[in-house]
């Protein structure tokens, strides 16, 4: 490749002999001749070279050329083969201060990790000699791609070595094509949710980190604006038709956006709760194992479906008409066939389900007097309605003098079409129901109302035709070196694709090539301790996000933005590393990588940094700091200052007040594990991921009485869901706006009585324009409050109900504190989400614009609310900021000091350091893990660093204890 130089630095030990020699001798033109500090500088250029120059500088002002670069340029020099100069040096900090001290002005300065950039120019005016001369700094180690912000055109970069060198004479001198002047996303005016008003250049084919405190616009900016409207603008490329089958998304609220590349989004979201999903087939590993079974494995038993627990086994037989000569028909039976791997007693499932009809109704009650217990199917609801109107049965008859007829419609009819006050509808029994409305959802992923049913009226079993595996006998006898389908998907992914590798197969040597790559890509990511038959509704976030990772880390595609969101969820510290080279990884390959994330570790590895602020809501959604890891240190914004911190060890740790006792346990991966919690103390357990932590206190802790956990399924919510219904602080509040007025509650809700009748009580109105985006407009009639008029017109204290939804929680802890609007049951729900770190939050304002961190936060307060005397918190640090932390560590210590017990499953460094007690897993994942590696006090633990969780926690705090 050619290399296209702006400007060389030589250094001169007699000024007057060099000067000599390349202006007399080799020809040069002298353009500038001046002394800086007491220095001779001197500039030359060549008339048939317009637009270069070559400095001569005094030798104990070396910017760090080599002399072996120096002897190359000059013989180039020396034979006119260069087209333009760039300065290349190793001592890229030292050069750019001897430069800023010779009175050079910064035009552009960029920064990368290990390697600084800067472009300056030349302050004398232009000369014959073409454009104004500029200075461009680079490392000459690497391969990079500069653009001057002068006349001159981008030049590709690389070390100065003479075999790149090219005669002019040969390849003319040309500028870089204009397309690779488009190096950044361009965000102006963006005001997404509280974004406000914001513009930012993102450099592309770099890791861009967003920083900054839980809701201060990070996913406001990243995902609703750049991804949104990536995503927007692919969407629109499809036809017409084929847009009316996807979803319709609006254009973001923002003035210009350009530059940005089609994106793929990598969030939080847990996977599919179907379970019917397993990690398998989420990752098409099934698919591939499949693929290989119907091939080689003995006996053969038919095509991939054959061995496919979602495909069912069809049978059919009847008489087909032959044509047999010219007008001749025969008639002939035929029968069919297809064998699919469903197992046909659980249809896939793994485990079998039997009803406990006394969860399900009273007996001694009759319909209308309210039998059934389900939840949702109350008389007055569509369902009751139904039942009570289908003439099936008597509704005031108690359930208990059904006839076995009527009984077996109640609980088993087939669906059928019946009317029910004039509407048509169908007709379900209520086992069929219940399957097919709770059933079909795994049980780790219900809402926990009616998790807690499907507990009691539910009794699962493994199936005992195909013993948990899913499979049809005729898979499961079909085996490759002795295992099926059904054993190797049970195996861990790590000895899964050792297996594979073993495997002499020539006639599928592709197959297995890829099939172990994308195993292989399981242990890359962290996550070779799960198995492929483990289903995905019991996956964390963290996990789920990794695994929707693999599809990517083989891609060929390039020029892609990908957009992650937290990635280092559920990671340990020795963990974190790993993740951090897949993310450079897909840097490297060209691609644009934007990283929402908190942890320092992940922040360290950013070639720039975006930190959003100051605070969360209202009080963020400004651009405060762009720029390197190390500038965002020296920065005074509230990440700057929390970057480097670290926990001190307590010097005195809480005495327990008693034990929970914990034996044999062998969830999962465990290994009879025994072992005393404290109680009445801060318990962290730790472990790397699938070492066992989350088996150990949900597998024998969790059920037991008084114990309230605080998980990390998400919380759910529409648009009509807000902090104030979430937590039920609306319920008081419209009580005490009905006191005080002599009129009902129901006014006072948004979804009731009191909604506005043009907006339905959503404060917007929404016109479907068919395939184009449906706009979303102001109501009109009630200006976006949700109410009708008349119900503004009640009021409490000076305030009407709209009003106190548009409050902050601070704001209304002082409103319900004293005086007319006092009340005590509102004030108790907003202390917990003051405490929580939710003062800024508005009443009112849509769950669906809170962040993942607000989420969290607003779980932990609402579980705050029960009654139990053991709080187990499953990484409560998920989405918050270093500055978030201390406030959970203040609010986990102040639940202690009320003589709760608190056990906390984490991996924050910060969170292990606070804790009176630590419980450490290990020493690996799977079935390298499920033991019991320590068990004590955070400073015995990093006195030992007997674990990797002790030698990460020692290099955390550092040596010593402090108070």
Request: proline share 6%.
């Amino acid at each position: 490749m050619d290399i296209t130089i702006h400007q060389t630095f030589l250094p001169h030990t007699d000024p007057e002999a060099s000067l000599a020699f390349y202006r007399d001798t080799l020809g040069f033109d002298v353009l500038n001749d001046v002394g800086y500090a007491g220095k001779r500088w001197i500039t030359l250029g060549r008339s048939d070279t317009p637009g270069t120059s070559l400095v001569l500088y005094p030798p104990d002002a070396d910017p760090g050329i080599t002399e072996e670069e120096n002897a190359t340029i000059a013989e180039m020099m020396a034979k006119g083969t260069f087209a333009s100069i760039i300065l290349a040096t190793k001592d890229l900090d030292g050069a750019f201060e001897q430069l800023q001290a010779g009175d050079t002005e910064i035009v552009q300065g960029t920064h990368r990790p290990a390697v600084r950039r800067p472009r300056l120019r030349s302050p004398r005016p232009r000369g014959k000699h073409g454009p104004h001369p500029a200075i461009a700094l680079t490392d000459p180690t690497i391969g990079l791609t500069l653009r001057s912000s002068h006349p001159f055109r981008p030049a590709s970069v690389r070390p100065l070595e003479s075999s790149n060198m090219t005669s002019t004479k040969d390849t003319p001198a040309h500028a870089a094509h204009v397309a690779d002047t488009h190096d950044a996303i361009r965000v102006h005016g963006a005001r997404v949710n509280n974004l406000r008003d914001i513009s930012v250049e993102i450099p592309k084919r770099r890791l861009t980190v967003f920083t900054g405190v839980s809701g201060s616009g990070k996913s406001s900016l990243v995902f609703s604006t750049i991804a949104a409207e990536s995503q927007r603008l692919i969407n629109e490329t499809y036809s017409a038709f084929v847009q009316g089958f996807m979803p319709t998304l609006a254009r973001p609220d923002v003035d210009v956006l350009d530059g940005i590349t089609a994106a793929i989004i990598v969030g939080q979201e847990r996977m599919g709760s179907n379970p019917r999903s397993t990690v398998g087939t989420a990752t098409d590993a099934n698919a591939m194992l499949r693929i290989l079974f119907s091939r080689v494995a003995e006996p053969h038993i038919g095509p991939p479906n054959a061995y496919s627990f979602n495909v069912p086994s069809v049978r059919a037989s009847g008489a087909v008409t032959v044509e047999r000569g010219a007008g001749k028909t025969q008639a002939e039976k035929v029968t069919f066939n297809r064998l699919g791997g469903m197992c046909p007693r659980c249809e896939g499932k793994g485990n079998i389900s039997d009803f406990d009809l006394t969860v399900l109704y009273d007996d001694g009650l009759s319909l209308n007097e309210g039998a059934l217990k389900i939840p949702g199917y109350s008389m007055d609801g569509w369902y009751g309605r139904i039942y009570r109107g289908c003439g099936f049965f008597d509704p005031d008859k108690p359930i208990a003098k059904f006839t076995k007829r009527q009984l077996h419609d109640l609980l088993y009819k087939e669906p059928t079409k019946i009317k029910v006050e004039g509407v048509n509808v169908t007709f379900e029994g209520l086992i069929p129901k219940i399957q097919k409305s709770f059933l079909s959802k795994d049980l780790d992923a219900m809402q926990p109302h009616i998790r807690a049913f499907v507990e009691k009226a539910v009794v699962f079993s493994t199936c005992p035709d195909c013993e948990g595996t899913r499979l049809a006998p005729e898979a499961r006898s079909s085996k490759i070196d002795g295992r099926s389908i059904a054993d190797v998907c049970a195996m861990q992914i790590s000895d899964l694709a050792e297996w594979v590798r073993g495997l002499d197969l020539p006639q599928v040597a592709p197959l297995l090539k890829n099939l172990c790559h994308l195993l292989d890509s399981f242990a890359d990511i962290g996550l070779g301790y799960l198995s492929l038959d483990r289903p995905t509704g019991t996956l964390s976030g963290g996990e789920s996000q990794r695994i929707k990772m693999i599809r990517h880390l083989g891609s060929s595609l390039t020029d892609i933005t990908y957009v992650f969101d937290e990635p280092t969820i559920g990671m340990h510290p020795h963990d974190i590393a790993r993740m951090n080279n897949l993310l450079l990884q897909l840097r490297d390959k060209g691609n644009t990588v934007l990283v929402v994330e908190h942890k320092p570790e992940a922040i360290a590895i950013a070639d720039h940094i975006v930190d959003l602020g100051p605070r969360a809501g209202t009080e963020g959604g400004q651009v405060v700091f762009e720029g390197t890891v190390d500038e965002l240190r020296r920065a005074e914004t509230l990440t700057g200052r929390h970057l480097d911190d670290r926990a001190s060890l307590k010097p005195t740790v809480r005495t327990p007040s008693g034990a929970l006792k914990v034996r044999g346990a062998d969830t999962h991966n465990l290994q009879n594990v025994d072992v005393d919690i404290p109680l009445g103390v801060l318990v962290v357990v730790t472990g790397v991921a699938g070492s066992g932590k989350s088996s150990l206190i949900h597998g024998s802790v969790a059920d037991g009485d008084g114990v309230v956990t605080i998980d990390q399924s998400p919380i759910k919510g529409s648009r009509r869901s807000n902090p104030a219904t979430y937590t039920g602080l609306l319920e008081p509040i419209r009580k005490a706006f009905a006191k005080a007025n002599g009129v009902k509650p129901a006014l006072f809700s948004s979804n009731s009585e009191g909604a506005c009748p043009t907006c339905n009580g959503a404060g917007v109105v929404y016109t479907d324009l068919g395939v184009m985006a449906t706009v979303e407009s102001v109501c009109e009639d009630c200006e976006g409050k949700r109410f009708q008029t008349a119900v503004l017109d009640y009021t409490l204290a000076g305030k009407n109900i709209a009003e106190v939804l548009a409050m902050s929680v601070a704001q209304a802890q002082e409103y319900f504190a004293d005086g007319e609007a006092r009340t005590p049951a509102a004030s108790k729900i907003l202390q917990r989400l003051s405490d929580v770190g939710l003062g800024y939050l508005r009443l009112g304002q849509p769950l669906t614009t809170l962040s993942g961190g607000e989420r969290q936060r607003l779980k932990l307060a609402t579980a705050m609310a029960e009654k139990g005397e053991t709080y187990i918190l499953d990484e409560p640090t998920t989405g918050l900021h270093l500055a978030d932390v201390e406030q959970l560590l203040g609010l986990l210590d102040r639940l202690v000091e009320s003589g709760k017990s608190v056990i906390v499953i984490e991996h924050h460094q910060a969170v292990m350091a606070h804790g009176d007690w630590i419980i450490d897993l290990g020493p690996g994942a799977g079935h390298d893990g499920g033991r019991i590696v320590f068990e004590g006090t955070p400073s015995e633990l990093v006195k030992e660093r007997s674990t990797l969780t002790g030698e990460h926690l020692s290099e955390y705090v550092g040596v010593g204890v402090s108070g």
